[in-house]
């Protein structure tokens, strides 16, 4: 376990969180052992609150990204040794400031890869995840598809997040891109 973890507090929430993903992975149909998770992000509702989580994160880690999408800086940190999480290495973890008021803050959501077939059209890689997985089918979930863009990304980054309708209990999301968000900060540099 990373030392990061080791806190009280935050290993509690990150449990927590660990066991929300699993709830909503199963409605998914979706084996998390089996995906590429890239990276785990934080929500927070405060300016003090976000400026508390990037100084602890940077006792473990590095900024390997800060850039403005829509209208708020969003932080990238690496930390120096990785979280396991579903048998992943994950050692990224997304800090956006906050925009707008959250339900639950605290941990929040992963992401996972799914690569582009190749040749395949946004459109076509939507439709392929959607169909495999029979996501809008599934009345207890919400599927929001997005292209969020960063000034300056060369590569597109169509995103899938999948979260429980009613999330009163649940408030996690997985979301689902083509590419690692490495690879898509790189590109910027």
């Known amino acids: ?3 990061f973890l080791k806190n009280p507090e935050i290993l509690f929430t990150f449990e927590e969180f660990q066991q929300k993903i699993m709830q909503l992975s199963q409605a998914m149909h979706l ?3 089996e995906q590429e998770i890239d990276h785990l992000a ?3 509702n405060e300016q003090d609150e976000a400026q508390k989580w990037l100084d602890l994160l940077l006792k473990y880690g590095t900024i390997i990204s800060q850039n403005e999408v829509n209208g708020r800086p969003i932080y990238l940190i690496k930390l120096a040794m990785p979280i396991t999480i579903f048998n992943n290495q994950v050692s990224v973890i997304e800090l956006p400031f906050p925009k707008k008021i959250y339900p639950v803050t605290g941990w929040e959501h992963l992401e996972i890869v799914m ?3 190749d040749k395949e059209s946004i459109e076509d890689w939507e439709k392929r995840i959607l169909t495999h997985y029979g996501w809008l089918d ?3 979930l919400k599927v929001k598809c997005s292209q ?4 300056g990304e060369q590569k597109p980054n169509p ?3 999948v979260s429980f309708k009613e999330s009163m209990h649940n408030h996690c999301c997985i979301k689902v891109h083509p590419y690692t968000i490495e690879s898509i900060i790189e590109v910027l540099k």
């Not at 969020?148 to 000034?151: A, L, N, R, S, T």
């Open 31 to 33: 084996d998390l052992t």
């Open 159 to 161: 995103s899938i997040a």
């Open 148 to 151: 969020p863009q960063v000034e």
């Open 42 to 44: 934080i929500r927070v």
């Open 138 to 140: 599934n009345e207890s």
């Open 115 to 117: 690569p582009f077939l």
């Open 1 to 3: 376990m990373t030392i």
